[in-house]
């Protein structure tokens, strides 16, 4: 254990870490085990409380991860204990507390029936059951998988924050009521879960890629658990162009990450990074996936059309190579497909920079009303750069401004009012 003489803010920073870290794979393994997502995520948060009683005077554990499992466990026997229900669940989990190790042949039996073999994957389908709506399954698994909180996911949204926490009562309700079974689909539901699946996943890797809010400009541990799941994905359904769309995306976008940082935590934006940090690997991986998301059909799709995007960043060698005019037609592509105010916003930066910011002004000006937009701080930042190619310096000052006062994360809060006194 670590020694218990460190300061009591010090311990719960440390807490705090280890639950982002570790509480999906806890929730994931209990849901495997209690066969109830609400039961598993009241279990875990039984644990945390009582890593917050202990360890402040015990010292943190050499493996928390492993510590909060035993402990939620020990739990979830209690709960099974008085309920008098599901006693040979009960008698396998204390066997594995006694034996420190679930039985390998067990578990070898249960791998050859299982094509995913990875508990937070699994979870993620099961949450993505047909039962729920799209909006309600989404939120549920972002909450469970990501760990993401009510007010990041309502953020993902542009929804209010107590829309986001009835969808995720709802949901568990709903799981709970209609019997769900917690079981790996198959076949056609899989295919028909599928799309769910991908958007969290993609909407992950985004908190992970540009946090909502926070000190940090990023939580790279999101990225890679994103990566992660979306590589079993593709590798689960090789026919579908979709997977690979998205997992191209993500390797591309994961590959700028040692230069999305300055050397003291500050953002660093993509006209400013040092391409020769770009990992070249993932940029490969990367590639090798949209093209065979392309192969498969699937080059007009709503991730392998981002995919694409990306791809003409990676394979500019400095930012004045960037085809911009191919970037502003996949734009356009896209919005064509799945109509957004967002999707619009980004437009508006790719016909700015190859068409003149005048050109990216006006497509902003025309969606600035949009009600989703009006606590969205990008908008005010993005027509406050363009503002400022045009010499309009106390407006584009006055939309930085803007921007860094609904912005939630502080390290692009900085960015935004660095900005804004640029201007004077």
């Known amino acids: 254990m670590t020694a218990p003489d460190r300061p009591q803010h010090d311990i719960h920073r440390t807490i705090d870490a280890v639950w982002r870290i570790e509480s999906a794979r806890l929730i994931a393994g209990l849901v495997r085990m209690v066969r109830d997502v609400g039961l598993a995520e009241e279990l875990a948060q039984d644990a945390l409380v009582a890593a917050l009683e202990r360890w402040p005077g015990d010292g943190v554990p050499d493996n928390p991860g492993a510590w909060l499992m035993a402990t939620a466990k020990h739990r979830a026997i209690d709960r099974l204990r008085r309920s008098k229900l599901m006693q040979r669940k009960h008698e396998q989990l204390a066997r594995e507390l006694e034996d420190g190790q679930a039985d390998a042949g067990a578990q070898a039996h249960a791998a050859l029936d299982d094509p995913i073999g990875d508990d937070l994957l699994r979870l993620v389908f099961i949450a993505c059951h047909p039962v729920l709506s799209t909006q309600a399954q989404v939120a549920l698994t972002l909450r469970l998988l990501g760990g993401l909180t009510t007010d990041e996911i309502a953020r993902a949204f542009l929804v209010p924050e107590a829309t986001i926490a009835q969808r995720i009562v709802r949901a568990k309700r709903t799981l709970a009521q209609a019997r769900v079974p917690f079981e790996v689909p198959r076949g056609d539901e899989l295919d028909a879960r599928l ?113 694409a995007i990306a791809a003409c960043h990676a394979r500019a060698p400095a930012p004045q190579d960037t085809d911009w005019p191919r970037i502003a037609a996949l734009y356009a592509a896209l919005a064509r497909l799945a109509p957004s105010p967002v999707v619009e916003l980004n437009r508006a930066v790719a016909v700015s920079m190859a068409s003149g910011p005048a050109a990216g002004l006006a497509i902003v000006d025309a969606i600035a009303a949009e009600p989703v937009l009006k606590s969205y701080h990008l908008l005010p930042s993005v027509r406050g750069d363009l503002l400022a190619k045009l010499g309009r310096n106390d407006e584009a000052r006055a939309e930085f401004a803007r921007a860094a006062s609904l912005a939630r994360n502080g390290r692009e809060r900085e960015l935004l009012l660095g900005r804004a006194a640029a201007c004077r």
Not at 252 to 260: E, F, K, Q, V, Y
């Open 195 to 307: 799309g769910a699946v991908l958007a969290v996943l993609y909407l992950v890797f985004n908190e992970g890629y540009a946090a909502t809010a926070g000190g940090d400009w990023m939580r790279p541990q999101l990225c890679d658990e994103a990566l992660r799941l979306g590589r079993i994905v593709a590798g689960l359904m090789p026919r579908a162009p979709e997977a690979h769309g998205l997992l191209a995306l993500m390797e591309i976008h994961a590959s700028r990450t040692p230069a999305r940082i300055g050397p003291g935590g500050e953002p660093v934006l993509l006209l400013d990074q040092d391409r020769a940090r770009w990992d070249r690997l993932l940029i490969r991986r990367g590639l090798a996936a949209l093209e065979r998301a392309e192969q498969l059909g699937g080059a007009g799709g709503p991730y392998a059309l981002q995919a």
